[in-house]
């Protein structure tokens, strides 16, 4: 089955901790991309990549890495999370941008 | 950098009428337009797109028109049904998406019965 996935489904951590959310794609897309989502706020892209090793800037790219060595898997690293990063957080995979989205990882972070 | 508006913010009809959702953008060299159906507590799904190429591309009960001299483009739902209830994202990219995505701030779509 066709899927991306994201892991965790949910996460509560404290200021400064830092966490990986990991992101995986089984369709060997190129292009593979986070958003976040807040109330009033819509969808905001993070960072997206096109192809490994290929990693650009979104619109909110602050306090947030990424990484891709591999083709399947786009993590989402927060070094030093605070608490406007508690956010619901997407990632997605296509051949054009956003095709498939994950199922979602909620982020609050104390 | 793209600036995407999106309006209304709430749209309701009655079912079995039409809905229009209308966004505008700013970069003239976007060529990549999807729209997105987000469900309560669910992902955002695709549900159609459209490239710079093409003025208009239909599916079923939906449509998209793009007119690129005004930067604006729209998603058209004929015949609403309860089911397409939900919140619409529009968004725009250059570059077929090689240079991002921005978003539209979303539309909630209510189909009164």
């Known amino acids: 089955e066709a899927q991306v996935t994201q892991n965790p489904r949910y996460l509560i951590t404290v200021t400064g901790k830092k966490l990986t959310v990991t992101c995986s794609q089984n369709m060997n897309h190129e292009y593979m991309s986070w958003y976040r989502q807040d109330p009033g706020l819509g969808l905001r892209q993070i960072y997206y990549?096109?192809?490994?090793?290929?990693?650009d800037k979104g619109d909110v790219p602050e306090g947030y890495k990424v990484s891709r060595k591999e083709k399947r898997n786009f993590p989402l690293i927060l070094e030093s999370p605070s608490p406007n990063q508690t956010s619901l957080y997407f990632c997605?995979?296509?051949?054009?941008?956003?095709?498939?989205f994950g199922q979602g990882t909620r982020l609050t972070v104390v | 950098g793209e600036n995407v508006e999106q309006h209304p913010s709430t749209l309701s009809v009655q079912e079995g009428d039409s809905a229009v959702i209308k966004c505008t953008y700013s970069?003239?060299?976007?060529?990549?337009f999807p729209w997105y159906k987000q469900e309560l507590g669910k992902r955002p799904q695709l549900i159609i797109d459209i490239r710079s190429n093409v003025g208009e591309k239909k599916d079923q009960r939906i449509a998209v028109t793009l007119n690129k001299t005004a930067k604006h483009f729209s998603l058209h739902i004929t015949e609403t049904q309860p089911e397409d209830s939900a919140v619409y994202f529009c968004?725009?990219?250059?570059?077929?998406?090689?240079?991002?995505?921005?978003f539209g701030k979303g539309t909630h779509l209510i189909i009164q019965p």
């Open positions: 970069d003239s060299a976007s060529n990549y």
């Open positions: 990549s096109m192809n490994v090793e290929v990693t």
């Open positions: 997605a995979s296509g051949e054009a941008p956003g095709a498939f």
């Open positions: 968004a725009a990219s250059r570059g077929g998406g090689a240079d991002g995505l921005t």
